[in-house]
């Protein structure tokens, strides 16, 4: 089972980054999937969550109205679209697959937002 992030890089405040996580080793259509945030020194933070078929989003009110998150079944794939990103957005960015009890990880890509 791999999950890779990719797609941080430094950014400006204001800016657009989208990342991608791709998925092998394991049925992708048949996990909920979401995005995950963390700084050092603080808990992981949840971010944005797309169930397994794509019919249903959900958002933390930190990211509401500038990220969208989306998957593509088909490319065993799933984004995280960051609009209008501000320095405190600043994480490593990891996505999570779950389904029931299971769930995996990847490693995560950092996203820096700084002038």
């Known amino acids: 089972v791999q999950l890779v992030e990719s797609g941080g890089e430094l950014v400006q405040p204001g800016g657009s980054l989208r990342l991608s996580c791709a998925a092998s080793?394991?049925?992708?259509?048949?996990?909920?999937m979401s995005w995950y945030r963390q700084v050092p020194g603080k808990e992981r933070e949840w971010v944005a969550r797309?169930?397994?078929?794509?019919?249903?989003?959900n958002y933390a009110d930190s990211v509401k109205g500038r990220f969208t998150i989306s998957r593509d079944n088909a490319k065993s794939t799933v984004y995280l679209q960051m609009d209008s990103l501000k320095p405190e957005d600043t994480a490593v960015y990891y996505c999570n697959a779950i389904r029931g009890v299971v769930a995996y990880w990847g490693q995560g890509t950092q996203v820096t937002v700084s002038s």
């Open positions: 080793g394991f049925t992708f259509s048949s996990y909920a």
């Open positions: 797309i169930t397994n078929t794509g019919g249903i989003r």
